[in-house]
């Protein structure tokens, strides 16, 4: 089982909507505090994250970034620390070429929800739903 203690420390690319905050910290206004990072909308090839952050995206400009995983946010995103603006050329560029890594973060998202299965509880999907699921996601 990929565990977050795997992908923590991974440099890959993502994208959100909206440029990164000063702080690097995105702020969490479900819980009003600060996310441990950078929340990400969207890293390497996984699935991109539907919440409260992205639900009003179409009318916010998507940033492309490169940093290293440090956690997950209030909406189980991926956060980056360290964080540097890219081009969207460099970000299509980088994310062919970071594969392992993508894969490494599908498999920790995706191997989670197989747990909470194993663990009885029921999320609305079956074990091939998330297996056939993760493999969309998979390069």
Do not use: H
């Not at 209030?74 to 050329?89: A, F, M, P, Q, S």
């Not at 973060?105 to 091939?128: M, Q, W």
């Amino acid at each position: 089982m990929t565990t977050l203690n795997d992908i923590n420390g991974l440099t890959i690319v993502g994208f959100r909507f909206g440029e990164a905050p000063k702080s690097g910290r995105s702020w969490n206004y479900m819980t009003n505090t600060a996310e441990c990072g950078v929340s990400m909308a969207q890293v390497g090839y996984d699935k991109e994250i539907c919440s409260f952050a992205t639900s009003e995206a179409s009318k916010r400009k998507k940033y492309y970034y490169i940093g290293e995983i440090c956690g997950t946010g209030g909406d189980d995103e991926i956060c980056l620390k360290n964080v540097v603006r890219i081009t969207y050329r460099e970000y299509c560029q980088k994310r062919k070429e970071m594969i392992e890594k993508s894969n490494a973060v599908v498999n920790y998202r995706y191997d989670r929800k197989l747990n909470l299965i194993e663990r009885g509880f029921n999320i609305g999907s079956t074990a091939d739903d998330i297996e056939n699921e993760r493999n969309k996601y998979l390069r």
